[in-house]
């Protein structure tokens, strides 16, 4: 069985990782877009830089939780036939142990340098404006896709969600496109769908199933479900 899970902000704020969704769209008073899109940037690349390595700082002091966790036990079961993609631009399914995850909004312990394209692991910060490791141009930026920005591999994702059997959207509002899509190419394929989420969404009666409740109790329940019945 192929399953591919999709998650959102939703099951990394409950290990404590801030939300733009949770505070109106406001950082220090900064409208969401003026930290998060190409024009940002080119207006003010010193309070973007500032932005994510307060970002990447963060992420030293939180911790996988049980959702994480329960989804790479189920990937130590399923193997391959596991794929996680997630939006989010933190390493907690990583730490809680998954390696299928597919990174559609980039990574924040990654820099991407504007200069020669190439992209490296990082975990200091960029304001200062540090030399690439490629080409030493001072043209690092961090490595997430920003609003008005491609998603990273789609083309692996959607053809995971063709082979998809099941579907499962987990902590996400699954408003913003092309991830709002995936429920719809999966089921198209004939996958069975379902949605797991803090709280009902405008998206839930697009899924065969709806399930309310924090990741963090319901997805080990899931996989649990899932495990005794293969």
């Not at 969600?161 to 999966?186: E, I, K, M, R």
Request: include cysteine.
């Amino acid at each position: 069985m192929n399953v591919v899970v999709l998650t959102g902000a939703g099951i990394s704020a409950e290990s404590g990782v801030p939300t733009f969704r949770d505070s109106d769209g406001l950082w220090e008073g900064h409208d969401v877009m003026e930290v998060a899109s190409p024009e940002g940037f080119r207006h003010n690349p010193s309070l973007v830089q500032r932005f994510y390595d307060l970002r990447r700082a963060h992420l030293a002091k939180v911790r996988p939780n049980a959702a994480h966790q329960a989804l790479a036990r189920l990937e130590r079961s399923l193997g391959d036939d596991l794929l996680v993609i997630t939006q989010n631009v933190d390493d907690l399914h990583e730490r809680a142990g998954s390696r299928n995850v597919l990174h559609m909004h980039g990574e924040l312990r990654s820099a991407l340098c504007l200069a020669c394209g190439e992209r490296f692991p990082w975990e200091r910060d960029l304001a200062h404006a540090p030399p690439c490791p490629g080409c030493t141009s001072a043209s690092l930026r961090p490595d997430v896709v920003w609003f008005g920005e491609m998603p990273y591999r789609m083309d692996e994702a959607l053809y995971a969600l063709q082979q998809a059997d099941l579907f499962v959207a987990v902590g996400t509002s699954a408003q913003v496109q092309p991830a709002a899509a995936f429920v719809h190419w999966a089921a198209e394929q004939g996958a069975r769908t379902m949605e797991i989420n803090l709280a009902s969404t405008l998206s839930s009666d697009d899924f065969d199933e709806s399930r309310q409740g924090p990741a963090g109790e319901l997805v080990p329940r899931w996989v649990d479900e899932l495990l005794r019945s293969r």
